[in-house]
């Protein structure tokens, strides 16, 4: 098949597209013929050598942590998917190539309403969205949600569904033209963070948020602290400025703050797949009725691979950013 491979690590110019053999499906996997693939800032930093696959490692490192496509061979034990069903997956690498086998739990059929790379912008960006959300921040109707890197491919996702959900929002972006995008997405208020300071924003309401998706990290951390109501819930999904920040436990003690952090691709299948299939039960049908929709900015070929990364690195996603044959 082919695949884009890794002529080593490094910048954009070590993607490249080439052969290689076809995965096999193990007993209980699909085998997916790919249309489309979504990218990721994890590709980029797996790229640089900067975030290997789990274990085992693969003999060849293909990136791509999720897809669209043709279910083209199923295992012995599979019972969820048919030859030639559409079907969208989170996998943990492999993507970016012309097949992919995955566990068929780690699948689901592709609404009638979405197109390939509608299909392939869902499962990254809207579970890890809809895990924080649910699972880690405990969200409940009527709850203040502050979401940063709002018109991203996770937070898309992640206001719509606190949108979807009933909480009030609001999201920071780094433009007017994002800002619009996010009030457009269910956002009551868009803080465009190099004309304002979230934080002061906030202040000046007068009451603080119960819950803060955050992906910034470093240079958020004190604002997002002081931004919190008493009892808030912050949750670490990115940290695009940066890991490591000085804290102040008195401030967290006396504001009684719960600091969740998450990621999905360490996780165990089992986690994961618990993850799918309540996902595809309580959110799929809103994405199949269209009251959820996948925001979809731009969909490169496949040998375009190097440019739509720089396009990622640069931050002009406006939604996600994918990857067709
Ligand atoms: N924990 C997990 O399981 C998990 C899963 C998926 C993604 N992630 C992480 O979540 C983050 C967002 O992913 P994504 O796919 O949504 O990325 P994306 O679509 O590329 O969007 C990220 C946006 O963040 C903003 N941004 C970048 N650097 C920033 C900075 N220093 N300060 C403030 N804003 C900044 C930019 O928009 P503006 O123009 O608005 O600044 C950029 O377009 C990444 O760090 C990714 O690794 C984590």
């Not at 954009?12 to 997916?32: F, K, M, R, S, W």
């Not at 199949?288 to 900015?297: E, I």
Request: glycine share 10%.
């Amino acid at each position: 098949m082919q695949a884009i491979l890794l002529k080593g690590y490094g910048g954009p110019e070590v993607l490249a597209l080439g052969t290689t053999a076809d995965p096999v499906p193990g007993p209980e996997e699909i085998l997916i013929a790919v249309r489309a693939a979504g990218i990721n800032r994890a590709d980029l930093l797996q790229r640089e050598g900067r975030y290997p696959p789990p274990e085992p490692r693969p003999e060849q490192e293909i990136l791509g942590l999720e897809c669209a496509g043709i279910v083209e061979a199923v295992g012995d034990r599979v019972t969820d998917f048919v030859l030639g069903q559409p079907v969208a997956a989170l996998v943990t690498g492999g993507a970016y190539a012309e097949k992919v086998a995955v566990h068929q739990r780690m699948a689901f059929a592709v609404p009638p309403n979405l197109g390939w790379p509608e299909a392939a912008a869902i499962p990254e960006a809207f579970l890890t969205a809809y895990d924080a959300l649910t699972d880690k921040a405990q969200i409940g109707a009527g709850d203040s949600v502050l979401i940063h890197a709002a018109a991203g491919g996770v937070g898309s996702a992640a206001v719509q569904l606190a949108h979807w959900m009933g909480a009030s929002i609001v999201a920071t972006v780094g433009s007017q033209e994002k800002a619009h995008l996010v009030r457009n997405l269910g956002a009551d208020e868009a803080v465009v963070y190099r004309d304002q300071r979230f934080a002061e924003v906030i202040a000046a309401r007068g009451k603080g948020v119960d819950i803060i998706l955050d992906f910034v990290g470093q240079a958020y951390w004190d604002d997002n602290i002081s931004s919190l109501v008493p009892g808030g819930r912050l949750i670490v999904v990115g940290t695009l400025s940066g890991a490591v920040t000085d804290v102040n436990l008195g401030l967290l003690l006396q504001k009684r703050l719960t600091i969740r952090g998450t990621a999905l691709r360490s996780r165990p299948l089992e986690d994961r797949m618990q993850l799918m299939q309540k996902f595809i039960s309580h959110a799929l049908p809103s994405l199949a009725d269209g009251r959820l929709k996948p925001v979809v900015d731009v969909a490169f070929e496949f040998g375009q691979v190097a440019e739509a990364h720089e396009y990622v690195a640069r931050d002009r996603a406006r939604g996600k950013v994918l990857l067709t044959w």
